[in-house]
């Protein structure tokens, strides 16, 4: 019984430190008295619960291998030295952790903190590793001060960081100031592939298998781009339309995440902590990000705020659709239209009339043929014992792609728009799925039949993609510019996580872009310099670039550069680069404080998104 009381008192150890990460990661939550017991407890419920287990079995295997029991006091200064020096290394290993991984994430007046926090508890560490040694080796002495050391640097460890974490700061209030509309300096068309990558166009380009891709890159710019880590789509597409960093821009992930009785969500999971079963076991809730969490500016609006026609499709961040100077169709109306949530979603498209409109034009899976399906697989080939969801797979991507490019198409000619953008997600979600397939010899484990049945799929959708971008190719005006953007490419999955992964119901996962490889970025058109290598551009560096092909200032506040290997000296030289301090000034209506906690009609659907943490 003393040897549970002691694992018990070092589990909820465990979930207050836990607790004490999450809110160091998420300082737009006020910090108080109820806000800490909330999400100690959870974290004691479940966590604490696993950890004081987890202690009890090492103390019993220790046991087992002295050959006698521990005769320990309810509460022992000896067993509580080893266990709380466990639980502060685990504590300390996650927050450096996440210091290093999540750096671009973490808010800047937070990094010192969480810096500080895991300065401390490493301390804390090594000085109960040192005072359990010390009475391991000469028993009893000098136990005051050990007593005295183990306690000061334990609660300082705990105590301090929360103490100095700061209270979140109300934004003040600017004044809007109005903008004068400007005449388009050209046209410019923004195509978004998710999970393309240079390292694959470019050999492909070699073999003469993409053909539009090589007149892009022949008679424009081009270059990897690098992105943020970990890669959040979410985060790096909003990264890319802002300029800005996704502890600038504020949408960090897809979910959210509430705690009993605390009314603001919390933004940022740390890294080794899971919320997934958290949600699941009903201690926390769990919910899709929406674009009122985007805390600035993003080309579109500041270019409709300019006068130009902006048309929008598919972006990620987009939901709910706001007003704008054109049309958005949100990132979430193929979703409508496929699993027709009751009650429908609303505000999906901009001007809303269009969802009706344009339900008719949306592709459902079951729309596409089998027909359809026999470049990307060759059926014919029989795998005993295969669950490959290929079909399945196959025809969402091709029906959510083609969704987009049908009603992008009617909408562009009608409304014809200064500046178009478009996503394109069906090249990530087969990749998922068909990465091992694209690198067998990255798996070592993918059979000869296999690569004959599914080898030709990644390859079968860059030439689908290929085929899109010769339209936009063969529509371009000679004052237009297309902007083909990857944000990143696609890794095949780690070993540890091709283990892990079925146990959590991704039995065919083989590719991820956590750590992923550089995208891709290409010019073409008017005001490009045909042929030129773009080099260290980021994801950063489009939404300043865009502005300047408009005709438009870069924000002062923006942390992406103007890419002027990408330009024309002509261009460089007749139009000087403009700044403007920042943005906000002009454009964003003042933060309601009700933004982050008001329901999301997201909130309702479960697992929306059906991605992967």
Not at 47 to 72: D, T
Not at 197 to 207: E, F, M, N
Not at 336 to 350: G, V
């Amino acid at each position: 019984m003393r040897k549970a009381t002691n694992c018990l008192f070092a589990g909820l150890v465990v979930a207050l430190l836990l607790a004490e990460c999450v809110l160091l990661l998420n300082p737009e939550v006020a910090h108080t008295f109820q806000t800490v017991l909330s999400v100690w407890g959870t974290f004691a419920l479940t966590y604490g619960l696993a950890a004081s287990f987890a202690f009890w079995v090492l103390l019993a295997v220790v046991e087992a291998i002295r050959g006698k029991r521990l005769s320990a006091a309810w509460l022992s200064f000896r067993v509580l030295t080893w266990l709380l020096m466990l639980a502060l290394a685990g504590a300390a290993t996650l927050l450096w952790y996440n210091l290093l991984h999540l750096r671009m994430f973490i808010p800047s007046q937070t990094l010192r903190g969480v810096a500080i926090a895991a300065t401390m508890a490493t301390a804390a560490a090594l000085v109960l590793l040192v005072v359990g040694l010390f009475h391991y080796s000469f028993g009893r002495r000098g136990a005051t001060i050990s007593y005295a050391l183990s306690t000061i640097f334990f609660v300082a460890a705990i105590v301090l960081p929360l103490v100095m974490r700061p209270q979140p700061a109300a934004e003040d209030a600017v004044p809007r100031m109005p903008l004068e509309d400007l005449p388009a300096k050209r046209r410019l068309t923004i195509i978004g592939i998710e999970g393309a990558t240079l390292s694959y166009v470019l050999p492909a380009v070699a073999d003469g298998k993409l053909p539009n891709f090589a007149r892009l890159i022949e008679g424009g710019a081009s270059g990897a781009l690098k992105t943020v880590y970990p890669t959040e789509s979410l985060a790096v597409w909003t990264s890319i339309a802002t300029g800005k960093l996704p502890r600038e821009h504020g949408l960090k992930a897809f979910y959210r995440y509430r705690f009993r009785w605390v009314q603001t969500p919390f933004s940022l999971r740390p890294r080794g902590i899971d919320f997934r079963t958290l949600d699941r076991l009903g201690v926390l809730n769990r919910s899709a990000v929406t674009a009122a969490s985007r805390r600035t500016e993003t080309f579109w609006s500041i270019m409709s705020r300019f006068g130009l026609r902006v048309g929008l499709l598919r972006w990620w961040g987009t939901y709910p659709a706001a007003p704008i100077n054109g049309f958005v169709i949100s990132e979430f109306f193929h979703r409508q239209m496929r699993e027709r949530f009751d009650p429908p979603l609303p505000h999906l498209t901009y001007p809303e009339e269009l969802t009706a409109r344009l339900t008719p034009h949306a592709v459902l899976p079951e729309d596409i043929e089998a027909a359809a399906l026999e470049p990307f697989v060759d059926s014919s080939v029989d795998i005993p014992g295969d669950t490959v969801p290929w079909r399945t797979e196959l025809r969402r991507a091709l029906a959510d792609d083609m969704t987009y490019q049908n009603i992008g198409t009617l909408l562009r000619n009608e409304e014809r728009p200064d500046v178009y953008a478009i996503y394109f997600f069906g090249l990530d979600a087969i990749g998922h799925t068909f990465m091992r397939y694209q690198a067998p010899d990255r798996f070592g484990n993918v059979s000869d039949a296999e690569m004959r049945k599914y080898g030709r799929v990644v390859e079968t959708y860059y030439s689908r993609l290929d085929s899109i971008l010769g339209g936009f190719i063969r529509s371009r005006t000679d004052e237009e510019t297309l902007v083909v953007i990857s944000g990143h490419g696609m890794d095949p999955l780690p070993l540890i996580r091709r283990v892990i992964e079925p146990f959590k119901g991704n039995e065919h996962l083989s590719g991820y872009h956590e750590d992923a490889p550089d995208g891709l970025l290409i010019f073409h058109g008017s005001g490009i310099a045909a042929g030129a290598k773009i080099h260290g551009a980021s994801v950063l560096d489009i939404t300043p670039t865009l502005l300047y092909l408009m005709g438009l200032p870069r924000g002062h506040d923006m942390n992406g550069v103007l890419l002027t290997e990408a330009l024309e000296e002509d261009l460089l030289r007749t139009q000087p680069v403009t700044f403007i301090s920042s943005y906000k000034n002009f454009l964003i209506e003042p933060r309601r404080p009700d933004d982050d906690t008001e329901v999301s009609p997201l909130d309702a659907v479960p697992d929306l998104l059906e991605i992967p943490e």
